[in-house]
């Protein structure tokens, strides 16, 4: 159906012969809203909505069918009007936090768990609510004859939370079904997270703290460092798919059985190519507890530092017992290595769906998800306090794509991650932290290399740094020794030498989620076109 060229689909041929037939109106039902309520919890329909979200796909062939003079006079047709089909005799009252709750007790269904995973994060934030209520919470809750057209979802949230706050001073529980006393309880630990997060965002300074205030520049605990962006074409192409590595030649790790040594990258050590090192100063970590290095644009002179690019913090999270970076480790430590959220590219009739894997249907994946929430949560809240710019555009980005946490980007776990140079299509720039790290410190192995911007980051546990994936970057590669003792191979116990998030936005993801929102958008107009 994809197929079907513009030249066949704009003919008064094809026109005629496709509102003689059911097929507008098979799409129709299919792409309206309703329908994941109605069917998303079988394991058929679920399977559909959830990996291909073929409402929306079809949805969005229905409008390219289209023709756009129909299309626009069905926009001036519903101008001011109720494009959203809330039906006005529906009597029973949705205001209240006790209204909401009860709902959802009498009609568990009205969280499409299966079909889609991440709508058990929607009490996360107003913003994450509203989200959800305009995609899929008020469709539901109006066809269970909800008053609807009378609730302001603002307002309800705001009741929503005074509600559950009041509630958690009750000594005994709601008799509530465990899935949604597991969401609710999780909300509750998550508001308390994003405060934690929003308090020491706040209290981050882009200076350096009192203790070093009249040490040098290079002794102090927040540093800026002048960078400049390699845009050689000769240095691209010859860095491009390249490996860098400090390990000296005889120790570096081998091609695989699976590869032919013609695949084998070149391999660089950091000086051929003047990467410089960063590292933790542990002098300055121990008097201050951190150590931030701001990478900064050039002023107008190329000396003076400008607007900062990226950063590095050492010590991001702090040691505090039951703090963010014993939370990130217990998180790391569950976790496969798998993305929380991204499109099932490569098939025409796909979506931008979960993978599989995610799945909410059980309480140990409702857990996993809110932990993913709370790692986007913490290394976002983390980085506002020194880049707000970063944080503001991570989540202007992601806008339109499902809300992990706070924002809905991608959450990956990255596990013994190795990476020659390359550069991503990404529309934003990327978070990563180093939680746990089992590896040759000589050799700076699973370093992270900027090599655009001329150098490598040799990370500790609890590092976090930005960095622009558009641009070349990959990791410092191990030697063969390590690479055995982390895959349990010459008689090694495998485990973990690397491990970390990885948090960012793909433009192909954005691209197909703002497509996605506009069929959305589109029903109604789809509905009056097309409804006999």
């Excluded at 058990?120 to 609807?148: G, H, P, Q, T």
């Amino acid at each position: 159906m994809k197929r079907v060229p513009r030249s066949l689909f704009n003919t008064p041929d094809f026109q005629a012969a496709l509102s003689i037939t059911h097929l507008p109106s098979v799409i129709l039902e299919l792409s309206n809203p309703v329908y994941a309520y109605k069917h998303g919890h079988g394991p058929h329909h679920a399977h559909l909505l959830r990996c291909h979200g073929f409402g929306l796909v079809l949805g969005s062939i229905l409008d390219k069918w289209t023709p756009t003079a129909q299309m626009e006079a069905a926009a001036d047709a519903c101008k001011g009007s109720n494009l959203n089909f809330w039906n006005e005799s529906n009597t029973k009252p949705m205001k209240t936090g006790a209204h909401f709750f009860r709902a959802l007790k009498d009609h568990p269904l009205l969280i499409p768990r299966i079909s889609n995973p991440a709508s058990v994060l929607f009490l996360c934030s107003e913003e994450n609510f509203i989200f959800s209520w305009n995609r899929w919470l008020a469709w539901f809750l109006n066809e269970e004859k909800y008053a609807i057209h009378e609730t302001n979802p603002r307002r309800l949230y705001q009741n929503i939370q005074t509600y559950l706050t009041r509630l958690k001073q009750e000594p005994t529980a709601p008799n509530w079904p465990p899935e949604l006393r597991v969401i609710v309880n999780q909300t509750l630990d998550f508001w308390r997270l994003r405060e934690e997060v929003e308090d020491n965002a706040f209290s981050a300074d882009k200076k350096h703290c009192k203790i070093c205030h009249n040490l040098p520049d290079h002794e102090k605990c927040v540093q800026r460092k002048i960078v400049h962006c390699n845009e050689d074409p000769g240095f691209y192409a010859k860095v491009k798919g390249a490996g860098i590595t400090r390990v000296p030649e005889k120790e570096q790790m081998k091609p695989r059985r699976n590869q032919k040594q013609s695949t084998m990258p070149q391999l660089y050590h950091p000086d051929e190519l003047g990467l410089e090192r960063i590292t933790a100063d542990d002098d300055i970590i121990q008097r201050c507890g951190k150590l931030v290095i701001l990478f900064v644009d050039p002023d107008i002179d190329d000396i003076s530092p400008g607007e900062t690019l990226d950063f590095v913090w050492f010590e991001a999270f702090g040691r505090q017992p039951g703090g963010h970076f014993e939370k990130l480790v217990h998180h790391c430590n569950k976790w496969s290595n798998a993305p929380i959220w991204l499109e099932t590219a490569f098939c025409l009739g796909d979506t931008y769906a979960p993978y599989a894997g995610i799945e909410a249907e059980t309480l140990e994946g409702i857990m996993v998800l809110f932990e993913h929430a709370e790692t986007s949560c913490i290394l976002m809240g983390t980085a506002k306090g020194f880049h707000r710019k970063l944080w503001r555009n991570m989540k202007d980005a992601s806008r339109m794509c499902e809300q992990v946490g706070l924002a809905g980007v991608n959450v990956f776990d990255c596990r013994n991650y190795t990476s020659p140079q390359h550069a991503d299509e990404d529309c934003v720039r990327s978070l990563c932290a180093q939680i746990l790290l089992n590896a040759e410190e000589k050799w700076s192995e699973f370093s992270f290399c900027a090599t655009q911007y001329g150098y490598y980051i040799e990370t500790h546990e609890n590092t976090l740094w930005s960095f622009d994936s558009s641009k070349l970057h990959g990791t410092m590669l191990p030697s063969e020794r390590t690479v055995l003792r982390l895959r349990g191979g010459a008689g090694q116990v495998g485990t973990a030498g690397s491990v970390g998030p990885h948090v960012t936005t793909r433009r192909r993801d954005q691209t197909r989620a703002e497509r996605n929102e506009q069929t959305r958008r589109n029903y109604q107009l789809r509905e009056r076109v097309w409804h006999h």
